[in-house]
């Protein structure tokens, strides 16, 4: 029974997947912001979530052409290797052979409708919308369905060919599945033509759950508030998908008595709110206040590319100091055009500062909190050991590094064959860098043989023969930046990655990716590859997943900034045509 049942969240799970990433409009449609539409998905969530997420609208009908098809091919896979993990399940197995007869039936009907031709017949189709909320703590998604028959007829295939039903109560009304286990009840319903999915106590009262399930809406819903409308407007997102985690609310939770909803699960999980002091709970607002929330959404959905943002929010002084943990590194944050980029930038100095400072304070006016106290003497010892063996001066120096590989020919990792020739420079921004090439130097013959100035301009040498598949590199020198290549341009190309300008902040941290070249590459990996760990049938769906997202990914750039605002994150997808 309990492969049925795990088997019953998967097709939860791919509906709500679908639910989030395919709906569909035309470009040029222009509708009322549903972020403050109190009728839309978001009259079901209460002013005060604790945590909210949506796919409030469909995205445009000509980003969903073009993903599409891939996302037959991307389901096709993911029931490829639903197939083998449960094929490898019950090799491992000792079940007999009508159990496994009809736990493989269960698998065949679920993987019928791994496809979007199958979804569509569940009901979840390019219409369809998606929220996930908390009700409390308690989690909540709710997909907007063509028709909710549809989805329970699904259901009833599914238990047809396990030979058993869920079990079903009714509240207010309203039929609802579950499934129960240590006093938790994981409940699947269709209300009118939206599919509900909760967790919830089993002993929840009727009205309770009512509310829980939507029966009974908020008496004031988050779309009122103008919450997430605030949000997407300072950010710059696209009002259809926005998400918020309010981790004040959520302290308050766990600090205040809790509402109807909470008290049961956390006096399930022996928690109580009253015990705390005064003290924590004070102190417990005070460090929920440094991280007030989290929020995301997307800037674009086009056919041609997804920019997606997320940031978690600081406290104003301690976002102001955060900010201070990079340093410009020449190229850190652009965009190239080879195989992969990388790199990321700190300033330690400032990190030590902050650190050093902050527990100053700390040590000047203790937490009183006794759940606080392990904690605050892990922070005395980490300071007072790093006191007692203090950082050498060269550490100081580092700024950061960036790495960029244009082209790995020949590279099998699959086969474990190393690449015949590389294309790859990196640089390193560390201060006095002049003395960093001369212990190089005092280590490697062939560049002691060179007189490097710190003009930018870049020297070849002979490399070591290590069969790596290069035999020669350029390094080139600046006051503060060392770089290296082993590319055939190296020439011409440490010049100019020592005289490239960073982006603005400067990332914390910043990775781009050639999405054809590098899924291909991952992918051919996994299907040539010889882990005994991993079914062959397993692998060969695993590289079909990837060799779709190489033919959708054009390129892929990931940045992280450190801001005013606090910590922040882009993401920037190019779909290929």
């Known amino acids: 029974m309990l492969k049925i049942v795990q088997s019953r969240y998967l097709i939860l799970l791919a509906a709500c997947a679908l639910g989030v990433a395919g709906c569909g409009k035309s470009d040029e449609e222009k509708e009322p912001s549903p972020l403050n539409d109190a009728a839309g998905l978001l009259r079901y969530v209460p002013a005060d979530t604790p945590y909210v997420f949506g796919t409030l609208a469909p995205p445009p009908d000509k980003f969903m052409d073009k993903i599409e098809p891939t996302l037959d091919r991307v389901l096709a896979a993911y029931s490829d290797m639903l197939g083998a993990a449960v094929a490898d399940g019950l090799a491992e197995s000792e079940g007999d052979s009508e159990e496994a007869e009809k736990i493989n039936a269960v698998v065949q009907e679920l993987q019928s409708l791994m496809s979007l031709e199958g979804l569509r017949d569940a009901g979840v189709t390019r219409e369809s919308t998606f929220v996930l909320y908390g009700n409390g703590l308690l989690p909540v998604a709710r997909v907007s369905l063509s028709d909710g028959s549809l989805f329970d007829d699904a259901i009833t295939r599914i238990e047809a060919k396990a030979g058993e039903q869920l079990s079903v109560a009714e509240v207010d009304g309203m039929p609802y599945r579950f499934i129960e286990d240590e006093g938790v009840r994981v409940i699947v319903a269709t209300a009118g033509d939206q599919l509900v999915l909760t967790i919830a106590p089993d002993s929840l009262d009727d009205a309770a759950l009512a509310r829980l399930l939507g029966l009974k809406l908020p008496t004031k819903n988050i779309?009122?508030?103008?919450?997430?409308?605030?949000?997407?407007?300072?950010?710059?997102?696209?009002?259809?998908?926005?998400?918020?985690?309010?981790?004040?609310?959520?302290?308050?939770?766990?600090?205040?008595?809790?509402?109807?909803?909470?008290?049961?699960?956390?006096?399930?999980?022996?928690?109580?709110?009253?015990?705390?002091?005064?003290?924590?709970?004070?102190?417990?607002?005070?460090?929920?206040?440094?991280?007030?929330?989290?929020?995301?959404?997307?800037?674009?959905?086009?056919?041609?590319?997804?920019?997606?943002?997320?940031?978690?929010?600081?406290?104003?002084?301690?976002?102001?100091?955060?900010?201070?943990?990079?340093?410009?590194?020449?190229?850190?944050?652009?965009?190239?055009?080879?195989?992969?980029?990388?790199?990321?930038?700190?300033?330690?100095?400032?990190?030590?500062?902050?650190?050093?400072?902050?527990?100053?304070?700390?040590?000047?006016?203790?937490?009183?909190?006794?759940?606080?106290?392990?904690?605050?003497?892990?922070?005395?010892a980490a300071r007072d050991k790093a006191l007692a063996q203090p950082v050498p001066p060269v550490v100081y120096d580092f700024h950061g590094f960036l790495g960029v590989v244009n082209e790995l020919e020949g590279f099998d990792p699959g086969k474990k064959q190393p690449p015949e020739s590389i294309d790859a420079s990196f640089l390193l921004a560390i201060d006095n860098a002049q003395g960093l090439v001369a212990m190089g130097q005092a280590m490697i013959p062939q560049l002691a043989e060179l007189t490097i100035e710190p003009d930018g301009k870049a020297h070849q040498f002979e490399l070591p023969d290590t069969g790596s598949g290069a035999e020669t590199a350029w390094v080139a020198l600046q006051e503060s930046a060392i770089a290296l290549s082993v590319s055939e341009d190296g020439e011409t190309a440490l010049p100019a990655l020592l005289a490239a300008e960073g982006t603005t902040p400067p990332p914390f941290m910043s990775i781009g990716l050639d999405g054809e070249q590098y899924y291909k590459l991952i992918g051919d990996a996994m299907r040539a590859s010889d882990d005994e760990e991993m079914s062959e049938e397993m692998r060969a769906g695993v590289s079909k997943l990837l060799v779709a997202a190489a033919e959708l990914y054009e390129r892929l750039q990931v940045d992280v900034t450190f801001t005013e605002r606090g910590i922040e994150m882009d993401s920037d997808v190019t779909l290929a045509d």
């Open 223 to 380: 779309a009122q508030t103008g919450k997430l409308l605030e949000i997407a407007e300072e950010y710059g997102y696209l009002h259809d998908y926005v998400g918020l985690v309010d981790t004040v609310r959520l302290a308050d939770t766990f600090i205040d008595e809790p509402g109807d909803l909470d008290a049961l699960l956390l006096e399930m999980a022996g928690y109580d709110a009253a015990a705390l002091s005064d003290e924590c709970k004070a102190e417990f607002r005070t460090l929920a206040a440094i991280v007030p929330r989290i929020v995301t959404g997307y800037e674009e959905v086009s056919a041609e590319r997804v920019r997606s943002h997320a940031a978690v929010e600081l406290r104003d002084d301690i976002a102001a100091e955060v900010s201070t943990f990079v340093s410009p590194v020449p190229g850190l944050g652009a965009i190239y055009e080879g195989l992969l980029s990388f790199g990321m930038s700190l300033n330690i100095e400032a990190v030590w500062s902050f650190f050093d400072k902050q527990v100053a304070a700390l040590e000047e006016d203790p937490w009183e909190c006794e759940h606080l106290s392990d904690l605050q003497d892990g922070l005395f």
